[in-house]
């Protein structure tokens, strides 16, 4: 590694594998949660970031009352909704070298995956993968794309509409008995202030837009999350 580089390791296991019937799959939390650096309304945790939106999106849905701070209590509370809704969370990098010490998909290099292909193999229960993000460089889905070539596997096309869905048929080994699933994944729209000019420039935004002025890009992906979560 060269000393201008940053090395960006992921701070969190993979949570909830085994119990899991869906997977939630990004990329890297901000850097500074590699270096400890926390912000007092950070959670020190998956996702736990003050300016993502994935648990206020989630906190909607669910109305769950979440804390958004740095405590063990804020991090228990998620754990438990995750648990007692069977949704893991497993990032796909496990590390990434920056020239600029930011939270960009785009700046990562030397990427390092995890084996989520192996994880889908190992763990039959898992039955969705939700990406959050799409198929641009570096973003989850872009590298599970890239990691399903090394297996010899692709992707089928259910839905292009923004959130895409694809099918994936893989086999797997059960008792000695050779079996094959299909698992669904759905790329949707990321939970990140960065994705929001791309929410705003999707027709269905405008649409319901149009009908109500006061609808924003949070609600849009309150609507879409609800149907998965």
């Known amino acids: 590694m060269s000393p201008r580089l940053f090395k960006h390791t992921h ?10 019937t869906r997977l939630i799959v990004g990329t890297l939390p901000p850097p500074r949660f590699t270096t400890g650096g926390l912000k007092p309304q950070d959670v020190d945790f998956c996702y736990g970031s003050c300016n993502g939106q994935l648990w206020p999106i989630l906190d ?25 809704h069977k949704i893991g969370v497993c990032d796909i990098v496990e590390s990434a070298e920056r020239e600029k010490i930011d939270a960009s998909d785009l700046g990562m290099q030397n990427v390092v995956l995890r084996d989520l292909v192996g994880y889908l193999k190992k763990y039959p229960n898992i039955k969705t993968l939700l990406f959050t ?15 399903l070539k090394e297996y010899g596997l692709k992707l089928k ?18 008792n000695r008995d050779q079996k094959t699933r299909t698992v669904k994944t759905v790329s949707l729209t990321a939970p990140s202030g960065a994705a929001n000019r791309a929410v705003g420039s999707l ?17 849009f992906r309150v609507m879409q999350y609800s149907e998965f979560f």
């Open 11 to 20: 701070p969190y296991k993979p949570f909830l594998l085994s119990e899991a």
């Open 60 to 84: 909607r849905i669910f109305d769950l009352d979440l804390k958004y701070e740095t405590t063990q209590e804020a991090v228990e509370q998620r754990k438990q909704f995750l648990t007692e």
């Open 133 to 147: 993000g799409g198929n641009s460089k570096n973003g989850p889905e872009y590298f599970f794309r890239r990691q």
């Open 157 to 174: 096309v259910v839905s292009n509409e923004v959130p895409r869905i694809h099918h994936l048929e893989l086999s797997f080994t059960t």
């Open 203 to 219: 027709q269905a935004y405008k649409d319901l837009k149009s009908k109500n002025p006061d609808f924003n890009t949070v609600d």
